[in-house]
């Protein structure tokens, strides 16, 4: 629910370890699709009788699908990294989005879980009494 705002808050470094775990696993996800793609063209082919060298065919199906696991394995750890650095960017924006909408961290782990609940409520429903008790105090 908070996603832009604490993209808008958090530092360079942080936004851009987010982007580089996204695109590493985009990157991995479409060698993975493009290669089952093209294995289902040539099993099409093979299944139709189509193919003018069926063996050939054949054999590129199934040099087809080993890198295909491949990228799947490499995809899966690629999401580790991103997940990661998701994490990094929720642990270290929360002060700085806190401080961003004029709210104040609670002392308690439980009652901050409850302020960022009422700030998405705020957020996707409008406006709220219950971000008052987390309000800033004004200067």
Known sequence: MLWHELNAVVS???REQVEDGRTNVDFFVSLL???VLVA???AVDLIAGRADLPW???GALAGLLVPAVVWYRVAVVATDEWAGAVRA???LGRAPLAAA???TLPVRLADEREMWRATGDFVGKGPTDALD????RPQ
Request: aromatic share 4%; proline share 9%; with cysteine.
């Open 12 to 14: 360079e470094p942080v």
């Open 89 to 91: 960017m929720v642990d």
């Open 40 to 42: 289902v063209a040539a």
């Open 56 to 58: 050939v065919t054949a």
């Open 133 to 136: 008790p987390y309000r800033a």
């Open 33 to 35: 699709c493009g290669h």
């Open 101 to 103: 909408m004029g709210l």
